[in-house]
């Protein structure tokens, strides 16, 4: 039986053959219908994450399943004082997998080792969040064609955002990357992901201040949200925030073919107008999410795929 | 010059960093032994300008040296049977160590859940790198020399 902590948790056979069939759902929907029939997703959620859990349980409906969970810790035995490790055992007796977020950082993986079920980790706290990251694989695999040979840019908050981190982690594993990493001074890439992964590797990566500069040679660029309270002067922040939102006058810059993506939810960093330009992935992000996790799902069953 | 007598059974730990001996004695659980106990504060060292030694009358296998290995793998442990070294260990950082040191991270479910153990896994040999098992927060050894 597996578990999903870390998206590094897959070896790149092992990612490809999930995104191989996470695209086959995509083209062949029917097909995944009934491949869940009579199981049950458990979605444990100690804290709230609409679009998470909303995903989670899409997918599973969508495979014919079915979903039973929380979706605050005030609604589960927590509240009561029951340990992770109590929590997931019961839960392992209602259901055939379960899908955990949990404010505190290895509280999925505190389950997974009592749990007689796989448990995907839903995110825990600032630690790890693996399906964001196998979403966001999903999405420039289809839409770019490939996961090697791309220039992607990714901007806003890269201190602190680890989506972003957990993104470069999994796709250093992959020819031909280039980073260009966008943000203010304050909010660079921690240095141990400067030093320890992409210097350590090989992995060519510039450092940027202002989005413009980066827009002409990106095919990917990759937004998250610069927050206010990050800043350590109000100066800063009124200098720099403008450059960290993405408007039509900044997409004219940029390749014909260039992806925007964003985990969402998105505050200001993307104007609406840019949501009609054909380049704006973030709202098809979401609708890979579900196949990726449908993928996901069958996988850590260990449904026959091949019989259905 | 102060004297101790030699041990019959036991170790003999050298080349401790001065000023250690007695957090080790406590990390060892040497006080939970009902075994001779010699504590040397600033002894004379001509490697290391002052050193701790600690001898310990007990058998051997009585002590965990992994996490010996954890604290300082640069002391010297000397084995004695029958009053005789008969052996010199080499210590080895361990791949892990359980319920040695604590997670710092007040994020980390350590923080709620207190009757996990508190295991740290070496992430990096070179640097002497240890990572918390469940949110991989860095610990690295105070004591590295």
Known sequence: MRHLMSPLDFSVDELDRLLNLASDIEKHPQKYAHACDGKKLATCFYEPSTRTRLSFEAAMLNLGGSVLGFSSADSSSASKGESVSDTIRVISCYADICAMRHPKEGAPLVASLKSQIPVINAGDGGHQHPTQTLTDLLTIRSLHGELGNLTIGLCGDLKFGRTVHSLIHALIRYPGIRFILISPEELRIPSYLREDVLAANNIPFTELERLEDAMPELDILYMTRVQKERFFNEEDYVRLKNYYILTTEKMELAKKDMLVLHPLPRVNEISVEVDDDPRAAYFKQAQYGVYVRMALILTLLEIDVNAL | ?145
Not at chain 2, 55 to 72: N, Q, R, S, Y
Not at chain 2, 83 to 102: A, C, G, M, T, Y
Not at chain 2, 131 to 138: N, V
């Open chain 2, 1 to 145: 010059m102060l004297n101790i007598s030699g041990i019959h059974e036991g170790f003999v730990l050298d080349h401790i960093q001065a000023g250690m001996s007695l957090q080790i004695y406590h990390d060892l659980k040497l006080d939970k032994l009902d075994c001779t106990v010699a504590i040397i504060k600033n002894a004379k060292s001509s490697k290391m300008g002052k050193k701790d030694i600690l001898k310990v009358e007990c058998p051997v296998e009585a002590l965990d040296l992994d996490i010996l290995g954890f604290i300082d793998h640069n002391i010297t442990v000397n084995v004695i049977k029958n009053d005789k070294i008969v052996e010199k260990k080499i210590l080895h950082l361990p791949r892990q160590v359980k319920n040695v040191i604590s997670c710092k991270n007040p994020r980390c479910i350590t923080s709620i859940e207190q009757e996990l153990d508190q295991i740290f896994l070496l992430t990096d040999e070179e640097h002497e790198i240890y990572r918390c098992r469940y949110c991989e927060e860095k610990y690295r050894n105070p004591n590295r020399r």
